[in-house]
């Protein structure tokens, strides 16, 4: 057979196959074949408390709420005689159910399903994508791709990623093969002996030196030998590498946000992949919607465009449902009187009580005790009784002067803000529209309790010296040392004279004396309306009802964190969303039986294969609560139980 005939063969295969997948895409689109989206009828999907443990024996003897015994089977209803008869029974292969309970664990949920693909949508020749959608409240989300490449199809590929493999080779990276290295070597040869005479040298000879040797730059040579059409057809092939790849790659190879490719090899049967996909769940989510929609290639070229898929619905049950939202309160004793305290830094020339705010950082300060005065002369709960001003001095000079300077220094501070008071309440009077009559005398004015100041002194603040010196990092540990040992003297006139000596006194004269001489307030109130010292209240206990909140917004360890200390029905619930059913037990079993804690229980129980307790506590809350004879189709666990010995089943 000649070339010629071979190429006519080949021709006509190609045309035959072409034909046969254009009439496959035909009767794909004719009878709009779809995948189907399927529940699968068992599944381990990382939740191992739904998956019961397996007993032997076929019934259990419980105890209803009013104390008689019940014989439960695991049975099912014979059609002729209606009774309900033991039997095994059979799992089928496939469940056509639209929708399914999932259980929430740790804050999240497994959606599991299939994706079920008809042997027709199989080709060798094509690749069927497909495109999962996930609906979560009114957010529709994408899911990862499923694709199904078939073998000629996945060749095709791979022949576009070689074609573009062999242009890429084409590029040339050494710059070298453009020269003509053979004539280059002539010329030096000819025209520069004496660097010919050094081609074995490797010694360096920079281009200037070359030009000043040769009388041409050694860039000018090599360029009169390259080949400029080479350079120009390779730096045109590097800017043209993103078009090759899509002239020769048609369809690239996908890798992200993909779930399965696989490669058909064959077009015999159903391709069934099952996916499971992770949700964090939200506040409000009750169910999640799946649906599938997605197109069947034949290289770049769509074929078929797969039509939309009926939805699968995931009911979602959560235990944050059984929360217990009550406000829990918690007893107070409230006092009448109020102390406020607050400190200064204040700054006085040697010697001298005055206040002077230009010294240092004193404005600062007096600013913010005038602040803190304001805020609390127009407090609305409590009234400003007194105020006492405490002056502190360092240990310079005698502790007689320095007894009488702070005695005088807390005077002044309290005359200075007295008058700064005085200020305050003649601007509050004014605009409450309170004048002074002809006389001075003030009219309509407000009656307004005195305010005491009280001056104490602490003459030398020893006290806080001690504390500076221990945290200070500058200071060496013989130096501390040295100091305790000083502090050992009681007279402190003849201890500050003996620790001048010391070579740690400039620091702490300089540095840690100043800290010493603060002037410290104590603001006394009174709550107004309140005539007895102390009265008993409640307040509402905001941390418990942050962890009943974080129970409602899903975050379970955070709610175990601040439920904890309680050990109550919400502690529990806590315990139970994390899985951590010993300690949710431990605590049920402690409480009133409420169909509430009693489905907890059976729930507790059915994790830990209790079958007979869970069975038991669970007909004692739908005894109690009609209710949850629904809700237990919610929970899997509870389900499974229901579904095994025919719990719900009508008398």
Request: proline share 3%; net charge negative.
């Amino acid at each position: 057979m000649d070339r010629t005939s071979l190429m006519l063969l080949l021709l006509a295969g190609m045309l035959a196959a072409s034909c046969g997948t254009a009439r496959k895409a035909d009767r794909l689109q004719e009878s709009q074949l779809t995948a189907a989206l399927a529940m699968p009828e068992s599944w381990q999907t990382g939740f191992q408390e739904i998956e019961l443990p397996h007993f032997a024996e076929d019934s259990l003897v419980v105890h209803d709420f009013m104390g008689r015994e019940v014989i439960i089977m695991n049975a099912v209803r014979d059609e002729a005689s209606g009774e309900m008869v033991a039997n095994e029974t059979l799992k089928a292969a496939r469940v056509t159910a639209r929708f399914r309970n999932v259980a929430e664990r740790h804050g999240k949920i497994d959606l599991a399903f299939q994706v079920i693909v008809p042997a027709a949508m199989q080709d060798s020749r094509w690749q069927v994508r497909f495109h999962p959608r996930m609906n979560v409240l009114d957010e529709e989300v994408a899911l990862d791709d499923i694709l199904i490449t078939g073998k000629d199809f996945r060749k095709t590929q791979l022949r576009g990623y070689q074609q573009y493999e062999r242009f890429l080779r084409s590029i040339v990276t050494d710059t070298t093969r453009f020269i003509d290295m053979h004539q280059l070597e002539i010329w030096i040869k000819r025209n520069l002996p004496r660097l010919y005479a050094l081609r074995r040298d490797s010694t360096e000879v920079s281009d200037a030196q070359f030009a000043s040797i040769f009388g041409v730059s050694e860039r000018q040579a090599v360029d009169y030998y390259t080949y400029g059409w080479l350079v120009r057809r390779n730096e045109r092939r590097i800017r043209d590498k993103d078009k090759m790849f899509r002239r020769y790659v048609k369809v690239p190879v996908q890798t992200d946000h993909l779930r399965l490719d696989t490669l058909m090899v064959n077009e015999a049967g159903e391709f069934v992949y099952n996916y499971v996909q992770t949700l964090q769940t939200r506040p409000k989510l009750r169910k999640v919607d799946i649906r599938l929609a997605g197109e069947v290639c034949e290289q770049e070229k769509v074929v078929y465009t797969v039509p939309e898929s009926e939805p699968l619905t995931f009911y979602i049950s959560s235990l944050s449902a059984f929360v217990d939202g009550r406000e829990r309160y918690l007893d107070q004793i409230v006092s009448r009187r109020v102390d406020v305290q607050r400190e200064a830094r204040l700054l006085f020339e040697v010697g001298d009580d005055r206040v002077r705010e230009e010294l240092g950082e004193n404005l600062q300060e007096i600013l913010q005790i005038r602040a803190t005065l304001a805020s609390l002369l127009e407090n609305e709960s409590f009234d400003l009784d007194s105020i006492v001003v405490t002056a502190h001095a360092s240990p310079e000079g005698s502790w007689k002067a320095n007894d009488a300077l702070s005695q005088r220094r807390s005077e002044s501070v309290g005359r200075y803000f007295e008058r700064f008071m005085q200020q305050f309440a003649d601007s509050a009077d004014r605009a409450a529209g309170v004048f002074i009559n002809l006389d001075g005398s003030r009219a309509a004015a407000p009656v307004r309790p005195g305010i005491r100041f009280s001056s104490h002194a602490v003459p030398e603040n020893w006290d806080q010296l001690d504390r500076l010196v221990e945290a200070d990092s500058l200071l060496t540990l013989i130096q501390k040392a040295r100091y305790r040992e000083r502090r050992l003297e009681p007279d402190p006139d003849r201890r500050e004279e003996a620790m001048r000596a010391d070579d740690y006194y400039p620091y702490l004269r300089d540095f840690l004396y100043p800290r010493l001489r603060v002037v410290s307030f104590d603001f006394r109130l009174h709550r107004r309306d309140m005539a007895q010292d102390t009265i008993h209240t409640t307040v509402l206990d905001t941390s418990y009802m942050a962890g009943v909140q974080a129970i409602r917004d899903r975050d379970y360890q955070r709610a175990l964190t601040l439920l904890r200390p309680y050990a109550d029905f919400n502690t529990a619930i806590a315990y139970c969303c994390l899985d951590y059913n010993a300690s949710a037990r431990s605590i049920l079993e402690t409480l009133d039986r409420s169909a509430e804690v009693n489905y907890m229980l059976a729930l507790v129980y059915a994790r830990q294969g209790d079958e007979r307790s869970a069975v038991e506590c669970y007909l004692h809350a739908c005894s109690q609560n009609d209710r949850f004879v629904h809700r237990g189709n919610l929970d899997p666990e509870i389900s499974a139980l229901i579904r095994k010995y025919d719990l719900n089943h009508e008398s």
